[in-house]
């Protein structure tokens, strides 16, 4: 048996740029990809904070160091610029993985800046 288990989030975002007029996914800073651990093309939950919208999409990489947080596509409908989002990724783990993982929590400012990198909820 497999439980899906929080694998990685980037905490408290902030929507830098919201493009209609793309394929579709988010668009994420290169540098938080690899904090929290993602890979491009992952499926991730994202919840935005502001109006309380949760939706799926999938990864692509950012500019390192720029603190993009763009959502693309039909995304772009569900959140302002500056609304704070949390992005969520989830992993399906038995129960021997489950005991020895530690996720990674990127929490994040105004500015997307890391804060604090954490290997617990």
Request: proline fraction near 1%; charge should be negative; charged fraction near 30%.
């Amino acid at each position: 048996m497999t439980f899906d288990m929080l694998y990685s989030k980037i905490h408290r975002a902030t929507v830098s740029d919201a493009n209609l007029n793309y394929v579709g996914s988010i668009t994420i800073d290169k540098e938080l990809m690899l904090a929290a651990k993602l890979r491009v093309g992952q499926k991730v939950e994202i919840v935005n904070i502001n109006n309380g919208e949760r939706f799926s999409t999938y990864v692509i990489e950012g500019e390192f160091g720029k603190r993009d947080m763009c959502l693309n596509g039909a995304a772009a409908r569900k959140a302002e610029i500056g609304d704070r989002i949390i992005v969520i990724a989830y992993a399906s783990m038995n129960e021997s993985e489950i005991e020895n993982f530690k996720p990674s929590v990127v929490l994040v400012d105004e500015k997307n800046d890391i804060q604090e990198i954490r290997d617990h909820i």
